[in-house]
């Protein structure tokens, strides 16, 4: 990369356009499921977004998936505008689409410098830089600082060894510089650029039923997680959790409610409830404010006790999505999860007797899953009083200490292309990935299909009608896609397994 691109550009050329760019998101065979899966917008661009506008630059953000851009389309847009900048953002998940992106952005406009980010390089930069040379440099971890001190940089022909965090080729060399520019204070960054978000709130929707009543917006109150779940890439923002205050929180929900009409917040970071004196402000203030506004959250069993949930369901806590990820105590031993069966079992009781929904996250395939620890599970899940279920087939994602445990086995072609969580890209000993398949689908029908769970829904569909239209969607492409499977002779699988995994 000749660093004088960025130069010649940044003199009278201060656009950028973020990307989150085109993923696999779906299993083929299975996009009826589109019409109810969570549709958020990347929060990671808004918040670069509004860093880099206050620092004079003039920020746009492309939404490829959520309005079904292709890969090409999304190219021709940036062209077309043919920015100084393109920062893109990287899940494992989406390298392969983005660098295509990128090629053809360098095809149509050379002089536009890529920059990408994100999860998949917080944990796997270097490589990454050094297989896709479509992608000029690299921001390691949390970004806003960086980012800023990047573009600076470039602009000023400055040595790019002094900025932290970044990842660059320079003569054939791929170059780290040391360190990560963390925002120590939260409060300090502006409020994510959510105005800039074509269509927003209305284009932006979650999973169905995972709010009562749209339109719906998310807001990350802390970053950091001090555990070390071995299936979890922790790798971006690392294990010191810190805290918007909750005034600052409040102010972004409130202006979310006045200026968009935002009726429900998902709360997306990882420990929402690590600290319980700040989740008691942020309700007293809900409370004290009178702002209607419900909200959901992500929690670990051993955060929640029934006075906080008490207090949470009064200010408006609609539903916590807990990680509960197996009936086996033996496994979540293995997943370092530091969490026991029983004691989920008491949580989800608490917030179930609290009037909140619980959602539990669960995983299948983890190494040590055998017969048993699925039996486990198809038990816990019928017992506890959880009303929904999301479960994702076991992926060592980069950035997961599992991942440096299995590389250099069978996953020694990693299939970045496949890490959505739709994909079973390993089977532990014992089990093949089509046996796997096929209790994956017995597990969600175990839980699914049963009266008590279909009351659940046909209430709530009548309690917030919004959802009924997708989940007929949804309806209508199941039954197409069933009928397609049996008249070629397939009982169970929707699609023929792709045997080359
Ligand atoms: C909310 C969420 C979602 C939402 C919204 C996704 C989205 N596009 O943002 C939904 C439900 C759609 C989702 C889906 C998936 N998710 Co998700 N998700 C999260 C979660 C819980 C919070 C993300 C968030 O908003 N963080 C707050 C913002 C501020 O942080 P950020 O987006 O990371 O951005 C910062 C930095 O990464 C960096 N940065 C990001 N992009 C860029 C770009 C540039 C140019 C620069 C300079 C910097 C930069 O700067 C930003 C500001 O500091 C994280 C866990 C976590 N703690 O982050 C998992 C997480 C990101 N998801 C993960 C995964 C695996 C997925 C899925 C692939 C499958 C799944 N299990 O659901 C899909 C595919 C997602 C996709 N490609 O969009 C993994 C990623 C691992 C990996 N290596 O890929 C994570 C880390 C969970 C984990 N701990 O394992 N997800
Ligand atoms: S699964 Fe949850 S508790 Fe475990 S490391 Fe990841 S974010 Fe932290």
Redesign the pocket.
């Known amino acids: 990369m000749n660093q004088s691109v960025g130069k010649k550009n940044s003199i009278h050329n201060r656009d950028i356009i ?1 990307i ?1 760019p085109p ?1 696999e ?1 779906i299993a083929p065979g299975y996009e009826f499921v589109k019409h109810i899966t ?1 549709q ?1 917008a ?4 808004l ?2 977004a509004a860093e880099v506008r206050e620092q004079g630059y003039r920020p746009a953000i492309i939404e490829s998936d959520i309005f079904n851009l292709t890969i090409a389309q999304v190219a021709e847009k940036v062209i077309k505008k043919k920015p100084a900048y393109v ?8 390298v392969w689409g983005a660098a295509e992106i990128a090629r053809k952005i360098k095809q149509g406009s050379p002089d536009t410098v890529i ?6 390089i ?2 796997m930069g270097q490589e990454t830089i050094q297989r896709f040379k479509e992608f000029d440099y690299a ?1 390691n ?4 600082k ?2 800023v001190e990047l573009l600076a940089a470039l602009a000023a022909d400055t040595n790019l060894m002094l900025v932290p965090g970044i990842i660059f080729r320079k003569h054939s060399f791929v170059h780290v510089t040391p360190g990560k520019a963390i925002n120590r204070v939260l409060d300090d960054l502006p409020m994510p650029a959510w105005d800039l978000l074509p269509n927003f709130p209305q284009a932006y929707k979650p999973a169905i039923y995972d709010f009562p009543r749209g339109p719906v917006a ?1 807001i ?1 109150a802390s970053r950091g997680c001090p555990f070390h779940c071995k299936f ?3 790798s ?2 690392g294990d010191r959790v810190r805290h918007y205050s909750p005034a600052k929180v409040f102010a972004m929900m409130q202006h979310l409610h006045e200026t968009y009409g935002i009726r429900h917040i998902l709360f ?3 420990l929402f409830l690590a600290s319980k004196i700040r989740v008691t402000e942020l309700c007293n203030k809900i409370l004290d404010s009178g702002l209607k506004i419900t909200w959901s959250c992500t929690a670990r069993v051993d955060t929640v006790k029934p006075g906080v949930l008490a207090l949470m369901k009064k200010a408006g806590c609609w539903e916590i999505s807990f990680g509960l990820e197996t009936g086996s105590n033996a496994l979540l031993k293995k997943m370092d999860k530091a969490a026991e069966v029983e004691k989920s079992e008491q949580a989800v009781n608490w917030t179930a007797k609290a009037g909140i929904r619980t959602k539990g996250l669960f995983m299948l395939g983890f190494p040590g899953e055998d017969q048993e620890t699925i039996k486990q599970t198809k038990d816990f899940i019928r017992r506890i009083p959880m009303t929904i279920m999301n479960l ?1 087939k076991f992926t060592p ?4 200490p599992v991942y440096r445990d299995l590389y250099g086995t069978n996953i020694r072609e990693d299939h970045w292309e496949k ?3 739709m994909n079973f890209v390993w089977a532990p000993e014992g089990l093949s990935i089509e046996e796997l398949d096929r209790q994956y689908q017995e597990i969600l029908i175990a839980f699914y299909n049963r009266p008590k769970i279909g009351f659940h829904y046909i209430k709530l569909t009548l309690m917030y009608p919004n959802h009924f239209i997708r989940f007929l969607r949804f309806a209508l492409g199941y039954l197409y896609a069933k009928i397609k499977s049996l008249l070629s002779g397939r009982k169970g699988l929707l699609v023929k397994m792709d045997s080359k995994l």
Not at 141 to 144: I, K, N, P, Q, T
């Open positions: 973020f989150n993923y998101r969570n958020a990347s929060l990671g661009l918040h670069l920062g893109i953002t990287l899940f494992t998940v989406g920059i990408v980010g994100g999860p998949h917080s944990s921001v971890g949390e970004g806003e960086i980012l998310t990350a979890c890439d922790t971006t923002f997306v970071d990882d994702t994602y980069p950035g997961s890490m959505n969580g």
